[in-house]
């Protein structure tokens, strides 16, 4: 089975710009999750979509903002680009809440991203 | 309120000594799954381990296995007969809910 990928890997912007990152999911699966990684912050939750529908949200500003598509595929997008906004962003897959057991989480390579 | 500590920042050992890292997880919540993850310097987050809560059996994977004491909270992860390719930081992240929270990772190196 492939894994979760993302693209692009690496990317560049300047401040006052927007992106759009791409999640594909393993196949199966039906949650998408996605998480900030800085050094400073470390690894944090910005949201998870579950069949389309956003089921979760860390504590991130509405500039960051996503959505997941009926083939499972989640798009994160960042507008109106910070400085801080520098680090690696990792997309996970699973496949949620089964008979009431939690799966475990895959992570795709992460996108870097640096903003200039 | 969750909160997830590694306290250990970094550890040292030389090839084939064992290694237990570890990981206090304080939380109100009865019913939770903890992982540990492992990232090597390539950047991916890899699964090694899962568990839940109201089990307390220890585990053992392979070289991997962890010690769940529900009073104190630990959930501690020990690698047997450690590896040079064990490098990399591990993190512990516990998982109430539908969020996974990560703990600030613990930067293992191994010297061959």
């Known amino acids: 089975k492939a894994g979760v990928t993302q693209t692009p890997r690496y990317l560049i912007k300047t401040r006052g710009q927007q992106v759009t990152l791409s999640c594909s999911p393993i196949?199966?699966?039906?949650?998408v999750s996605w998480y900030q990684q800085t050094p400073g912050q470390g690894l944090q939750f910005l949201f998870e979509?579950?069949?389309?529908?956003?089921?979760n949200k860390g504590n991130f500003p509405g500039r960051f903002s996503g959505r997941q598509f009926s083939n499972s595929r989640s798009e994160m997008n960042v507008s109106t680009l910070e400085l801080g906004d520098s680090a690696l962003y990792l997309c996970a897959s699973s496949g949620g809440w089964t008979s009431g057991r939690q799966e475990t989480q895959y992570f795709g390579p992460g996108t870097r991203l640096l903003v200039l | 309120a969750q909160k997830v500590t590694q306290a250990q920042t970094e550890i040292s050992v030389v090839e084939k000594e064992d290694v237990t890292l570890d990981c206090v997880y304080e939380?109100?919540?009865?019913?939770?799954?903890l992982f540990w993850y492992k990232q090597p310097p390539s950047g991916e987050l890899v699964f090694l381990i899962r568990r839940n809560s109201f089990d307390e059996q220890n585990e053992i994977s392979g070289r991997y296995s962890w010690n769940f004491q529900k009073s104190t909270s630990s959930f501690n992860f020990t690698i047997t007969a450690s590896q040079v390719v064990d490098s990399a930081v591990y993190f512990c992240?516990?998982?109430?809910?539908?969020?996974?929270?990560f703990g600030t990772g613990t930067s293992l190196t191994v010297i061959p």
């Open positions: 992240a516990p998982h109430p809910g539908n969020q996974f929270y």
């Open positions: 979509y579950f069949s389309e529908t956003q089921r």
């Open positions: 939380t109100r919540d009865t019913t939770y799954y």
């Open positions: 196949s199966g699966h039906r949650s």
